[in-house]
């Protein structure tokens, strides 16, 4: 059974059960002639002992100095308001003179499907989300090509086709490796070292550099004098300067610079290398206790690459009591098995004083037979960020400051740790609704803070739960098919719930100035079956091994490039191996539309031999999809498998194999990266739009309409248009301006 | 030359600047412990937190006017609430170092009469009738360099006097009948002096009194010698400071360096 730590059970001070017994010594008789003493002394004050110590003394003037400081914050922002509304009156003039709302709030919660939330509405399960439909807006969202989240958040954001801001999938193509990159960022270290003995110092800054282009609508808001609060929108990394607060979602790497990397501490053998997302480390006994590490990064002061940073730690079992107490750097404390730390700051320390300063959480296995600790990926510390997580940089520090450490890596909820049996289910859904609370808690922050303006905030523990437990949803879904049907819990519908219950606490504290919106990027499906479409290519003719080979390895290992002309990396997009842009491209560009038309046709309604189902239902060409400047980084053809069917684990990592459809038994069990009209997403607002088919590009140009804003020419979306009741309903300003086009 | 240099570092290590340097080092350490043990070091903790966090906001948003007006609210209350939770911790350390500094300002706070320095030894008495009995009885070693003067209106004798020997003597008073005695101590070291003593008075006894008290029926209310205040040259340019600001500067100083090596939340 596993379980968050109690609030008073996890990260012990030294000495505080010490504390206790003082505590208790001191109750009663004493302390009363104490008390007696103490007022004694603090009513007869002489010069001589007016101070009482160093800590005294400290906890004295840190007061004042807090005081003296949010005084003269205040002071400034209160004399300087007048002057800085005035300026902005001038130079914006009222920013929410043509505005609907006063305040727009948008909910995403990352893969909602529409049919499920149907179902349970009509189940009588979401009562606040029926109240939305009731009275304001419920449809289907229509979401991006592909239905992926990244490229449906960004379309988003932007309010452009993918074409125009260049997100295609998680992963990005290296035409000239045949290797992927992440799609959204790109962090490059410095470029000069400057070497001192064993040391090779970097010289100069570290480059983040967002992929993703065009300029999210909180910009244009900004500009006009509208402050926004975001909230963990994916692929916000890294963050961007405008006005508002930010904090940056799904594509935040890990200290280690991946996208989520966990650690298991064992003492059982060395077992398979795990598939994707984790390493295992060995726990070794020495006099009595067990120690073990946290890996880090790799030294940026080593000179070759490849030196990673450890914190080591200690972990001394009590068999009888199935705790352990562990010891990371200053911080001991003691946890059950099946049951989590809290945050636990790590610091790697590199030498010459350069470290690197994460978080984690330890999570207690076992302690007997075996000792084994999971370790969450090291998130990068929202306190003290070592790279920028944040707009200001300082707004991550005030969170963490607020509600104490939390999640930032953009993948928190570690979905791997469970395909890989490393967490039960109970352990991974504590860590998901565990980084869902804290999320709760910005949220509410955000929405006291911000009466005006934009407040949005996505959640993914959607997506991850429905990926993770869609198998208990479905009598005979593989991936379940050794859980006796009186152990799958409702966890899906728990999960609804569960934001239904969020939905009704927001709009207690919202009025009817506000709109608010619960939006998701794309809907769900099964995922049973597996198609190596790699597979498919090489058996028909498309892509090449080399002799003797039956299958590759990951990333195109023993693939013959010369003999390839179409190959596929990623969850549905499949490239040619085109002359003049591959590496070893080997299609003439004359002949790629033919061949393109010729693969279209061939996949278009491929059906699965061991069911006879339609593996693939939709084929299409990105030359057809998107429009815009970046068009020529997509991949030539996107992929739309049927429902129950994605790309297989291995297609997706540039892996041929001898089968085309297998089972899926993965935790993994449900998906999206199907064909993108049946996965929409949807779409919840509390006043009613008048839209047939809405769709998620057409948020952006929405809102900015809803504020009274013109839209810039290059969106690809359409405003929505309120519905006459709508409009001069209580609290909903007629608009002053027409509609904008 | 070694025993000059022996008794050169020896009269620097006993010199009021060196004596308050590692008592200052001493007691903050001990104090920065004391208080880890004793405090609520997570509440602690998260009190800061929450300081630096409403601090942080009227930053974040200071547009909005309701943000920082409230926050500033929450930076009062949250002073109050980590004043209060260093409250506690105050209970342990207070009284021993209220103690140990009223001690220590007997001898570092105070310097001992100086042999042919001129002093004043003021008696206070209870009632206008005995201010006309008082008589002073002074041994060998100190004479009045002055005929003592009535302060009827305070009710109070003043003499001026000299002491031409080192040593610890008592000076008597005699007042309605009575006598009551009073330390002088004159010497050019570091000397544990006592500047009043006092009839009743528990408090002021006990913080500015190193004698036990005057007899309950006595008409004296208090016998004071006017030492003069120490203040300890710290070597640099000629400036001089009362200890308990030098102890004051210097325990937080150490204080500051040992909760940081420590990881005591302060």
Redesign the interface.
């Known amino acids: 059974m596993s379980r968050l730590c109690s609030a008073d059970t996890p990260v012990r001070v030294p000495g505080s059960s010490q504390k206790q017994r003082w505590s208790s010594a001191f109750a009663g008789v004493g302390a009363r002639a104490t008390w007696a003493i103490l007022l004694a002394i603090v009513l007869c004050p002489v010069a001589a002992h007016a101070y009482a110590g160093p800590g005294a003394g400290f906890a004295v003037l840190s007061s004042f100095w807090a005081i003296f400081v949010a005084f003269l914050y205040s002071f400034y922002a209160l004399a300087t308001w007048p002057v800085r509304q005035l300026f902005r009156f001038f130079r914006r003039r009222n920013a929410y003179g043509k505005a609907v709302f006063d305040r727009a709030v948008i909910l995403g919660f990352d893969g909602m499907d529409p049919e499920l939330a149907d179902r349970f509405m009509k189940e009588g399960r979401l009562p606040n989300l029926s109240k939305l439909r009731d009275r304001g807006t419920f449809a289907k969202l229509r979401t991006t090509f592909p239905a992926i989240s990244p490229v449906a958040w960004s379309t988003f954001m932007t309010g452009v086709n993918p074409g125009k801001h260049n997100i295609y999938d998680f992963l990005a193509c290296d035409r000239n490796h045949y290797l992927p990159f992440l799609s959204s960022a790109e962090i490059k270290g410095p470029t000069r070292q400057i070497k001192i003995g064993k040391y090779s110092i970097p010289f100069g800054k570290t480059e983040i550099k967002n992929m993703r282009k065009g300029t999210p609508f909180w910009h244009w808001l900004g500009k006009a004098g509208i402050f926004s609060s975001v909230i963990r929108v994916p692929v916000t990394f890294p963050p961007e300067k405008f006005q508002g607060v930010l904090l940056s979602g799904m594509c935040v790497p890990d200290l280690k610079g991946s996208q989520g990397t966990f650690c298991l501490c064992t003492t059982r053998a060395v077992g398979d290398k795990f598939r994707e997302g984790g390493v295992r480390a060995p726990i070794e006994r020495k006099n009595g206790s067990f120690h073990a590490y946290v890996p880090g990064p790799d030294n940026p002061l080593a000179e070759t690459a490849g030196h990673e940073m450890r914190v080591d730690y200690e972990i001394k079992p009590d068999v009888a009591a199935q705790t352990a107490r562990l010891t990371v750097g200053s911080e001991k404390f003691t946890i059950k098995v099946g049951e989590y730390s809290e945050w636990i700051p790590i610091e790697f320390k590199a030498g010459l004083g350069f470290n690197a300063h994460g978080i984690c959480r330890f999570y207690l296995k076992e302690v007997s037979p075996e000792v084994e600790v999971y370790v969450t990926p090291v998130n990068i510390d929202p306190g003290h960020p070592d790279l920028p997580i944040s707009h200001p940089v300082t707004y991550s520090v005030y969170l963490a400051k607020l509600f104490g450490a939390f999640a930032t890596l953009g993948l928190a909820e570690d979905t791997w740790a469970l395909n890989e049996h490393v967490l039960d289910d109970d352990a991974f859904l504590a860590q998901a609704y565990g980084n869902h609370e804290d999320r709760e808690k910005m949220l509410f922050d955000a929405l006291d803070k911000t009466r005006q303006g934009l407040c949005t905030c996505v959640f993914d523990t959607t997506d991850r739960i429905q990926h993770m437990f869609w198998r208990y949803l479905e009598e005979d879904h593989p991936a379940a098919r050794d859980v006796p049907k009186a152990e799958r819990r409702e966890v899906i519908q728990d999960l609804y719930q569960r934001m239904d219950k969020l939905i009704g606490r927001v709009m207690e504290k919202i009025d009817d100035d506000t709109l608010l919106m619960v939006i998701s990027d794309h809907g769900f499906k099964s995922f049973a079956r597996c198609m190596n479409l790699n597979a498919w290519l090489h058996q028909n003719g498309y892509l090449a091994l080399k002799e003797g080979k039956t299958e590759s390895g990951d990333w195109f290992e023993d693939v013959d490039w010369s003999r390839t002309r179409a190959y596929t990396m990623g969850l549905n997009g499949l490239y040619l191996n085109l002359k003049g842009r591959e590496k070893q491209g080997t299609v003439d560009p004359s002949e790629a539309d033919a061949l393109k038309e010729e693969i279209k046709q061939k996949l278009n309604g491929l059906v699965d031999p061991a069911s006879g189902t339609v593996g693939i239902t939709g084929v299409f060409l990105t030359s057809n999809v998107y429009r815009g400047p970046y068009s020529e980084n997509a991949p030539d053809i996107l992929v739309g498998y049927g429902a129950g069917y994605r790309a297989s684990w291995d297609s997706v990592m540039g892996k041929v194999t001898e089968k085309i459809f297998e089972d899926n038994m993965k935790a993994w069990s449900g998906d999206h990266c199907i064909d993108p009209r049946l996965v929409p997403g949807v779409l919840f607002s509390s006043h009613k739009f008048i839209e047939e088919k809405p769709a998620i590009v057409d948020v952006a140009p929405t809102i900015l309409k809803l504020f009274g804003l013109a839209l810039p020419s290059h969106f690809d979306g359409k405003p929505w248009n309120l519905a006459p009741q709508a409009v001069g309903a209580v609290g909903v300003k007629t608009p002053a301006v027409s509609p904008a086009t | 030359m070694p025993s000059h240099l022996a008794l050169l570092l020896a009269s620097w290590i006993t010199s009021p600047l060196m004596i308050v340097v590692v008592l200052s080092v001493v ?2 350490l001990l ?2 412990v ?9 509440a602690i903790g ?1 009190a ?22 409230g ?2 609210g929450k ?2 209350r ?2 109050g609430r ?2 209060k939770l ?1 409250f506690k ?7 021993p ?2 103690l140990m ?2 001690w220590l ?1 007997r001898s570092l ?1 105070l310097t001992a009469i100086q042999t042919n320095t001129p002093f004043l030894l003021t008696v206070h008495v209870n009632n206008l009738q005995a201010l006309d009995t008082v008589s002073i009885d002074l041994p060998p070693e100190i004479t009045a360099s002055a005929p003592p003067v009535h302060i009827a209106a305070d009710n109070e004798v003043v003499w001026r006097l000299v002491a031409s020997h080192e040593g610890a003597y008592d000076v008597k008073i005699g007042a309605s009948g009575q006598s009551a005695a009073k330390t002088v101590r004159v010497s050019p070291e570091l000397a544990q002096v006592s500047p009043e003593r006092w009839r009743g008075h528990f ?1 002021e006894r006990m ?2 009194s190193g004698e036990s008290a005057l007899p309950s029926d006595s008409a004296v209310e208090s016998i004071t010698v006017d030492y003069p205040e120490r203040n300890i040259p710290l070597g640099i340019a000629g400036y001089e400071m009362n200890w ?1 600001w030098l ?2 500067i210097l ?2 100083i ?3 360096i040992f ?1 940081e090596l420590l ?1 005591i ?2």
């Open positions: 007691i903050g104090m920065i004391l208080f880890g043990y004793t405090s609520d070091q997570k998260v800061k937190d929450q300081l630096k966090a409403h601090l942080l906001a009227v930053r974040l948003y200071r547009d909005q006017l309701h943000v920082v007006m926050s500033y930076v009062l949250g002073t980590y004043l260093a911790p105050l209970l342990y350390v207070i009284i170092i209220t500094i009223v300002d706070g408090w913080f500015t308990i102890f004051f325990s937080m150490a204080g500051f909760k990881g939340e302060v």
